[in-house]
C-alpha cells in the first residue's frame, strides 16, 4: 500500500514563511503522474491549494494562494514540497498531500480522483 508522509507544519506570524514536505512510499508510476496540496479549516470542506504534474513538471495553484505558495518535487527523493511565504491567518489550516493520476483537468482539484491522503498536517498562522 502506497503511503504519504507529511511534515513541516507547525506555527508562524503573519507575513512568515513554512515549508510542507511529503514523502511518497513508491517510486513514479503514471498511476499517481499527480501529487498535490489540499487544505482544509474547521467546519470548512476541503480545498485544493497546489498540484503538480510529475510527467512534466506542470503546475497550479488556487488563487488564493498564486504569488505565495510553490509546489515542487524531488524525483530522486520521490518527495513534494510546499513552500509557503507571505502567510497569512487565514492560511491556518490542516494540509494535507495527495496522490492520484489527476484531479481533473489541469486547474482543477476535484478530490473524487485522488487515491491515497497523507495524515495531514497542522499549520497555523498567528496575526
Known amino acids: 500500500q502506497v503511503q504519504l508522509v507529511e511534515s513541516g507544519g507547525g506555527s508562524a506570524q503573519a507575513g512568515g514563511s513554512l515549508r510542507l514536505s511529503c514523502v511518497v512510499s513508491?517510486?513514479?508510476?503514471?498511476?499517481?503522474?499527480?501529487l498535490g496540496w489540499f487544505r482544509q479549516a474547521p467546519g470548512k470542506e476541503r480545498e485544493g491549494v497546489a498540484a503538480?504534474?510529475?510527467?512534466?513538471?506542470?503546475?497550479y495553484y488556487a488563487d488564493a494562494v498564486k504569488g505565495r505558495f510553490t509546489i515542487s518535487e524531488d524525483s530522486a527523493k520521490n518527495t513534494v514540497y510546499l513552500q509557503m511565504n507571505s502567510l497569512r491567518p487565514e492560511d491556518t489550516s490542516v494540509y494535507y498531500c495527495?496522490?492520484?493520476?489527476?484531479?481533473?483537468?489541469?486547474?482543477?482539484?476535484?478530490?473524487?480522483?485522488?487515491?491515497?491522503w497523507g495524515q495531514g498536517t497542522q499549520v497555523t498562522v498567528s496575526s
Open positions: 513508491e517510486v513514479y508510476t503514471s498511476r499517481r503522474n499527480c
Open positions: 495527495a496522490a492520484a493520476g489527476s484531479f481533473g483537468r489541469r486547474g482543477e482539484f476535484n478530490t473524487k480522483w485522488v487515491l491515497e
Open positions: 503538480i504534474y510529475r510527467s512534466d513538471g506542470f503546475t
